[in-house]
């Protein structure tokens, strides 16, 4: 299976965003940098922070470090999707909510498992399947 993701983290003013980096950087493409911070209403430390935002396309050695490097952890939220996911074109596709729990950084990642199936069609039925294996590894 190959793990679609998009991976955005902000982290006030004093913490190095560098640790929140993922792992394996030349897997990572990074689409957003500070110009996209948007937590300053939070003020104090949060009035002025740093923001990155990265995609990439994973395999499932690949993704398990990464989660395991951020301790991200699949939450049972339905989403509204990616658009623009990496290996999936241009488009919305089905994705699973990731999120940490850390008082210094606020991180999400949308990721779509891609399973490696020779199908002629995809439904609601089997993303349905693979969002609850998801769930129950990484949840």
Request: glycine residues 10%; aromatic residues 14%; hydrophobic residues 35%.
């Amino acid at each position: 299976m190959l793990f679609s993701v998009i991976y955005s983290v902000d982290v006030p003013e004093g913490v190095d965003i560098g640790g929140y980096a993922p792992p394996q950087p030349e897997l990572w493409d990074q689409t957003e940098g500070d110009e996209s911070f948007e937590y300053g209403y939070l003020e104090g430390s949060w009035s002025e922070g740093s923001h990155r935002k990265f995609c990439a396309l994973l395999n499932r050695q690949q993704f398990d470090a990464f989660i395991s490097k951020l301790g991200l952890y699949a939450e049972d939220v339905h989403t509204m999707g990616s658009i623009g996911a990496p290996g999936c074109g241009y488009g919305i596709s089905p994705a699973i909510s990731f999120t940490s729990y850390s008082d210094d950084a606020i991180q999400s990642a949308y990721v779509t498992p891609l399973p490696e199936v020779e199908r002629p069609s995809f439904d609601e039925r089997d993303w349905e399947r693979v969002r609850g294996a998801v769930l129950a590894v990484y949840g």
